[in-house]
């Protein structure tokens, strides 16, 4: 090839293509645990938009109440935790004094700070010290930075609704608009469904079942709390409800590896205390945990868990691997990273390695066609699209 054969044109765009490719990529990178918890809670909410489009023709209503309707628990539960926390504070015995103390003033001179008169014949060179204008700027200092957490919290928060959002409202067009670059063979589609269809069964079904489970557990064994009897309480009962959230992402025995040792503990600790009606309580404990804790969410969410096609030992190793490799969000994204690995070991990676021709009904035949507008006209979601076939609109 010489030079004179070069599009340059062609080759220039290809090279603002790359750049603004490489801004996106950095960009996503910058805030990819905002991102990924967005891609969650758009797999999160999903079922329920479908539902709701049946209802409700405009996508944007039925989006706004979708999210709201998943938000909205988790700010009663936000809600509940800092009334656990005020009630935490309001049993401290700390005297008045104590707070006093620990002002830049002497608290014998509040008296005349509150009296105009007093204040006019001040001498306000006593009072203007380095140390009492350090106090002043850290506290100042620290207030600037509270506002700058919780702003930042803010937008964090508000960039996950709107990546939610917009994916539950234009998921089905950009859906449409990736079918135009398929291959003949279906490839594609076969790995986008694929990927679809597993992201949806570790979001919905495992990660948001341990969140309501959690959730449950608190608000449960914090109920129970209320009528245990003296010396038999739930030991840490916000936590352990918390604990059992997080088990039940553990296969088959889930979180009774967390309320059955709490059970056995407080069944010994009734008896060697003889607490009055201890056993009855932890009876009770038991009951709420297997029927109300553990049963009933199992019931209402394992039918989105089943039929995944994900080993489920590398499911739990991405569980355990992804918060210590990349954080908090680690959860997230190292199962989203596992899903697009395996699909494309499965469908993609034979077709480079052999040369050989990879059709997608050779992958799962019940779900994989070998038409490319399979996925354009039917109702199913594409690879990140949404939508149940109902009607469009706005």
């Known amino acids: 090839m010489v030079l004179s054969d070069i599009d340059w044109s062609r080759t220039a765009w290809w090279g603002v293509g790359a750049a603004l490719a490489a801004a996106l990529v950095f960009v ?3 805030f990819v645990g905002t991102f990924v918890f967005g891609v969650f809670i758009y797999y999160a909410t999903r079922p329920i938009y479908n539902r709701l489009r049946r209802r409700i023709p405009q996508r944007s209503v039925a989006a706004g109440v979708s999210l709201f309707a998943l938000v909205l628990p988790a700010l009663l539960l936000v809600g509940y935790a800092l009334l656990i926390v005020a009630n935490q504070v309001q049993q401290l015995d700390i005297a008045a004094n104590g707070y006093l103390d620990q002002l830049p003033i002497d608290p014998a001179d509040l008296p005349t700070v509150a009296d105009p008169a007093a204040l006019a014949e001040l001498d306000w060179e006593q009072y203007v010290t380095a140390d009492t204008l350090s106090g ?21 928060l508000f960039v996950m609704l709107a990546i939610a959002f917009y994916l539950l409202r234009d998921g089905a067009k950009l859906g449409r608009y990736l079918v135009q670059f398929t291959d003949q063979a279906g490839v594609i589609d076969a790995y986008g469904l694929a990927v679809d269809r597993d992201l949806k069964s570790i979001f919905f079904g495992n990660i948001l079942n341990a969140i309501v489970t959690g959730t449950i557990g608190v608000i449960v064994y914090s109920v129970l709390n209320v009528f245990a009897p003296e010396g038999g309480a739930i030991p840490a009962a916000a936590l352990v409800g918390l604990l059992a959230g997080v088990a039940s992402l553990i296969p088959i025995v889930g ?9 056995i503990f407080m069944a010994v600790r009734a008896i060697a205390n003889d607490v009055t009606g201890g056993l009855v309580f932890v009876l009770a404990f038991a009951v709420a945990s297997l029927v109300i804790v553990d049963t009933i969410p199992d019931l209402v969410l394992r039918p989105y868990v089943s039929g995944r096609s994900l080993h489920v030992g590398a499911v739990m190793l991405a569980y355990t691997l992804g918060p210590l490799m990349f954080g908090w969000y680690g959860i997230f994204l190292m199962p989203l990273l596992l899903v697009l690995v395996v699909h494309f070991v499965r469908i993609v990676l034979p077709e480079l390695l052999a040369g050989e021709p990879i059709k997608p009904f ?7 066609t070998d038409e490319v507008q399979v996925v354009a006209d039917s109702g199913e979601p594409g690879p990140v699209g949404s939508g149940d076939g109902a009607p469009e609109g706005e």
């Open 255 to 263: 979180m009774k590896l967390v309320y059955i040792p709490v059970v």
């Open 136 to 156: 002043a700027m850290g506290s100042l200092s620290g207030a600037f930075d509270t506002v700058a957490i919780v702003g930042t919290a803010a937008i964090h």
């Open 28 to 30: 996503v990178y910058s």
């Open 362 to 368: 050779a992958v799962d035949p019940s779900h994989l």
